[in-house]
C-alpha cells in the first residue's frame, strides 16, 4: 500500500521506518523549516534510527495525502484540530484512512482526538487510533511489543491490523473506542505522577498509584459510555511499563525533573492532558483525585511532596468505595 506519515518526530519518523520494514510504499511528511525534517533530509538519521532510501521525504502536504491510502498522523495532540482545519481545505481526503497516533486529548474541551478530527474535517472519512505500549528505542533493537488498533467500523480496523501486523509489533483489535482513548492518554498523567514520586524517592508508592489510578478512571469510562474493563487493557495498564517505570518516558521524566527543580525540554504530552481530565471530571461528574492533585501541582503551584502525601496517605476509608 501507498502509506504517508504526517509528522517527523521521535515517533513518527518510528512509524515511517515500521511501515517500510512490514513492506510498504512510506513518504513521511515534514514541515519544510522544522529541526527535525532538516535534519532527516540532510542525514536521513535522528537520535534513534537511520530512515532507509527508499523512505520518500516530502514537505508537501498536497502530495503526501493526495498519493496515500493509509494516512497516518503523529504530531503533538493540541495541535490537531488546527492541522485537520489544514487537510480538510486540501479537498483530497474523501476515501482515505487516516489513523492517529498520538496519545492525548484537548486540554480546552476535554474532547477524544477522533472527536476533534472528526469535527475539523467532517464525518465521510474512516479513522482509527493506534496506541498501546512501546518505545522507539526497543523497537529499533527488535524488542517487540503488543498495540492496539481502534475505530468505530470493525472492518476499517481490521484492514489496518492486517496491514500493519508483524512480529515486532502484535496488534489487538480495540473494542471500545472512548475507552482505547482516555485510557491511552491519561497514561501520561499516571506517568507524570510516577515521576514524581520517583522525584520524591516515594517509588515503592508506584503500585499505590497504579491500583488507584486505574479505578478513578474505569469510573470516569463509565460515566463517559465506555467500557471500564478497557482501562485494565492494553491502552492505559498495559502501557504502565513503558510510561511509569521505564526510563524512556517522556511524562516520567518531567515528573521528576519538576520535583528535582530541574529543567526538562522535551513534549511531555500528560500536561496538557490533566487540564482535559479536569474538564471531563466536571462534565461527568466524578472525581479524579490523582488528576486533582497533579492539577494543584502543575498550575496552582501546590507543593509535590505535602500535595502526594496527601493523597496517598490521606484518612483510612474502603478500598473499593
Same mark, same amino acid.
Given at each position: ?114 472527536? !476533534?478530527?472528526?469535527?475539523? !474535517? ?20 527488535? @524488542? ?9 467500523? @470493525? ?33 501520561? !498523567? ?95 461528574? !466524578? ?35
Amino acid at each position: 500500500m501507498n502509506i504517508s506519515v504526517l509528522g517527523c518526530g521521535r515517533w513518527g519518523t518510528f512509524i515511517a521506518w515500521y511501515v517500510n520494514k512490514v513492506g510498504h510504499n512510506v513518504t513521511l511528511w515534514g514541515r519544510e523549516h522544522s529541526r527535525n525534517y532538516i535534519r532527516l533530509k540532510e542525514t536521513r538519521k535522528n537520535d534513534y534510527l537511520s530512515l532507509p532510501e527508499d523512505i520518500e521525504l516530502s514537505n508537501s502536504l498536497y502530495k503526501a495525502v493526495s498519493s496515500a491510502d493509509f494516512i497516518i498522523i503523529s504530531i503533538s495532540a493540541q495541535e490537531l484540530r488546527s492541522f485537520a482545519r489544514q487537510l480538510n481545505s486540501l479537498n483530497e481526503i474523501q476515501g482515505k484512512t487516516f489513523i492517529l497516533c498520538m496519545k492525548g486529548l484537548e486540554a480546552t474541551s476535554g474532547k477524544r482526538l477522533s472527536q !476533534v478530527f472528526g469535527e475539523a !474535517v467532517g464525518k465521510n472519512i474512516d479513522v482509527a487510533v493506534w496506541v498501546g505500549p512501546g518505545h522507539v528505542q526497543d523497537f529499533v533493537n527488535n @524488542i517487540p511489543n503488543c498495540m492496539v488498533i481502534g475505530s468505530e467500523n @470493525i472492518e476499517t480496523t481490521k484492514k489496518i491490523v492486517q496491514e500493519l501486523n508483524s512480529d515486532l509489533i502484535r496488534f489487538y483489535y480495540g473494542q471500545d473506542l472512548i475507552g482505547n482513548e482516555i485510557g491511552a492518554a491519561s497514561k501520561n !498523567v499516571m506517568g507524570i505522577a510516577a515521576g514524581m514520586l520517583d522525584g520524591l524517592h516515594y517509588s515503592s508508592l508506584k503500585g499505590s498509584l497504579m491500583a488507584r489510578g486505574t479505578r478513578e478512571l474505569s469510573r470516569l469510562l463509565r460515566a463517559m459510555g465506555g467500557n471500564e474493563l478497557t482501562i485494565y487493557g492494553l491502552s492505559h495498564l498495559g502501557d504502565y511499563e513503558a510510561t511509569l517505570f521505564s526510563m524512556h518516558s517522556h511524562n516520567r521524566k518531567f515528573g521528576q525533573a519538576l520535583v528535582q527543580g530541574e529543567k526538562f525540554d522535551k513534549l511531555a504530552e500528560g500536561v496538557s492532558t490533566v487540564r482535559a481530565l479536569r474538564e471531563l471530571s466536571k462534565q461527568y461528574d !466524578v472525581e479524579l483525585p490523582i488528576t486533582n492533585a497533579l492539577y494543584e501541582i502543575l498550575f496552582e503551584n501546590k507543593n509535590a511532596k505535602d500535595t502526594l502525601e496527601d493523597l496517598f496517605l490521606r484518612p483510612v476509608k474502603f478500598e473499593f468505595q
